[in-house]
């Protein structure tokens, strides 16, 4: 039997943490972290917590231990953990859409039970997952033939956002572990510039397509996916090449049938799944097929290790806890609109992406579970690049612009491609950049260095600027999984406690339905009655008249 949570009754802006903390920050706000580590020289030490392979030092924040207390005296308050304790039940937390939000059953162990409406999932989880090792060898070692009997060398995913993201960022991040005789490329969007240029240079006889789509009726997919069909048949010339040549990945066998594929060739998941966060089921398909099933099965352990942290540890030492109280400190009480994250090593370099669908697709919502408007802010922007290359970039506005975001720094102590000293030349950056964040350069400072009085203000660094430093040993496919249940954590962390659905994503349905009318409009060969507002006619009239000008 499924069981529905129900909103908090108390709003947020009500309770007393909230009110405390709103009185806490006006005595933290006038203190800088020079004071604070002055003041408690043991402080980097402090606080710390080294856990599951990741050690999190978060003493570069603006806070006391007064703030923590506080902090986690709102987590309890709004009941976050008799939330945790809901969502690895399989309730149902995904209110809107009266579904199980239940990610973390796709990376339990084998053996492990988790009942939802009668039906053990892990089972059925650890079926999909021996079908998918099978098929990946099958391909791996060159035994899945094209139509003409070619050996598969090229594999490209077809799919966007949940369906894109994790696997395109997965495969750059493990890309170390993959089959460097594999291609693989990652097709998303509508315009057809990414499905040429993806495919431009492959042969059509040993190339395999992923069709990744919870629905399988996402217009980009379905219309790229149409689109490869023909790319293929161009040159294979026979409707029987699609078995060798398409699988697909979704929870709609029927449109998967329809499309032509045969569900044979189908690896499912389940609707408890949210798109954002199935990197980790079928949708990691091709990840498989890189790394191969044993690195992918290393990656769900690590997933699964933070799962456990997560739910098993105290707040005062739990990281995703941690680090999504925070954010919210610096989001609901100094009023700040974004958070960077700067992954210290370039195969990460698309987990900012990633993380933006993660953290704003959940938590962009201005609507509690009851659907009253909140008074406070939910989401900040999620931003960042790999270090140091924004270094040189926007790093210049965190240091002395005037507007304050707290960041992430994510680093390693080894690297996969030894080079020289390079290595301790990127930790040296990453650390150097925390500190300067931290204690800036005092205008005294600038001047007892002999800078002359003109110049004095513009090399001053104000500093107490908050950052939060990771520590990882090695980017693994078991340490990718715990950093990103870290960050699936930290949101539904800050998700609990603002009292939102951090799983659904109405957000996106306006502007697909209205697409879908405009297309027809641009479409149309006969002259459409419009009836949007003056500029998007005009703007539609006009792309016309330019098509027509073309003909
Ligand atoms: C993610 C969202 C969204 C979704 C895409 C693709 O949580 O739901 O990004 O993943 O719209 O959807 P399909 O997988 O159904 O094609």
Redesign the pocket.
């Given at each position: 039997m499924t069981i529905t949570v129900h909103s908090s009754t108390q709003p947020l802006t009500k309770r007393p943490a909230w009110k405390a903390l709103q009185a806490h920050y006006q005595q933290i706000r006038p203190l800088h972290l020079r004071q604070l580590f002055a003041e408690d020289p043991l402080r980097g030490e402090r606080f710390v917590v080294d856990a599951s392979g990741i050690y999190l030092d978060y003493s570069k924040n603006r806070i006391t231990d007064e703030t923590m207390r506080l902090l986690i005296k709102l987590a309890d308050e709004c009941g976050l953990r008799k939330r945790i304790k809901a969502m690895f039940n399989g309730e149902i937390i995904n209110v809107t859409e009266q579904r199980a939000a239940l990610h973390t059953a796709l990376r339990a162990p084998e053996g492990e039970r988790i009942m939802l409406d009668g039906v053990d999932v892990v089972a059925e989880v650890h079926a999909v997952l021996d079908r998918m090792a099978v098929f990946s060898e099958q391909v791996r070692s060159g035994q899945w033939l094209g139509y003409t009997g070619k050996r598969i060398r090229n594999i490209v995913n077809i799919?966007?956002?949940?369906?894109?993201?994790g696997p395109v960022m997965a495969y750059e991040a493990l890309r170390h572990y993959s089959q460097r005789d594999l291609t693989f490329r990652f097709v998303s969007n509508v315009d057809g510039t990414d499905f040429q240029e993806a495919t431009r240079d492959l042969d059509p006889e040993a190339t395999l397509f992923i069709i990744?789509?919870?629905?399988?009726?996402?217009l980009?997919?379905l219309t790229n996916a149409r689109a490869a069909r023909n790319w293929c048949l161009d040159k294979l010339g026979d409707d029987h090449a699609i078995r060798q040549h398409f699988v697909a990945v979704?929870?709609?066998a029927e449109e998967v049938t329809k499309f032509g594929i045969n569900t044979v060739n189908m690896f499912g998941f389940w609707d408890w799944d949210?798109?954002?966060?199935?990197m980790d089921s079928a949708?990691g398909l091709s990840t498989m097929i890189a790394v191969g099933p044993d690195n992918f099965r290393a990656m769900l352990a690590g997933f699964h290790a933070m799962d456990e942290h997560f739910r098993t540890a105290p707040f005062d030492r739990n990281i995703p806890v941690i680090i999504g109280l925070l954010k919210l400190w610096y989001n609901n009480f100094f009023d700040t609109q974004s958070v960077a994250v700067f992954p210290y090593n370039q195969y990460l370099k698309r987990f900012p992406a990633y993380l933006q669908?993660l953290t704003m697709?959940?938590n962009g919502k201005h609507v509690t579970l009851d659907g009253i408007c909140v008074d406070y802010q939910t989401s900040p922007i999620y931003w960042g690049e790999p270090g140091t290359n924004g270094q040189h970039s926007f790093f210049q506005l965190l240091h002395q612009g005037t507007r304050l975001i707290p960041c992430d720094f994510i680093g390693f102590y080894q690297t996969l491609n030894p080079l020289g000293d390079q290595h301790d030349l990127l930790m040296a950056n990453l650390f150097a950049q925390t500190e300067a964040l931290a204690f800036g350069k005092t205008e005294a400072e600038v001047r007892a260095e002999g800078t002359s009085d003109r110049l004095a203000p513009h090399r001053t660094f104000e500093g107490n600027r908050p950052t939060n430093t990771l520590l990882v040993e090695q980017l693994t496919p078991k340490t990718l999984g715990l950093l990103v249940a870290l960050y699936e954590h930290s949101v539904f962390t800050q998700g609990g406690i603002w009292n939102i659905d951090s799983?659904d994503?109405w957000g996106?349905e306006l502007g697909k339905a209205l697409a879908q009318k405009t297309a027809a409009e641009l479409k149309s060969a006969d002259e459409p009655q419009l009836d949007h507002d003056s500029s998007t006619n005009a703007l539609i009239r006009r792309y016309r008249q330019f098509k027509r000008g073309q003909s």
């Open positions: 799919g966007i956002g949940g369906s894109d993201l990744c789509s919870k629905t399988f009726t996402t980009e997919t979704s929870t709609n949210g798109g954002r966060y199935s949708i669908q697709e959940s799983f994503q996106v």
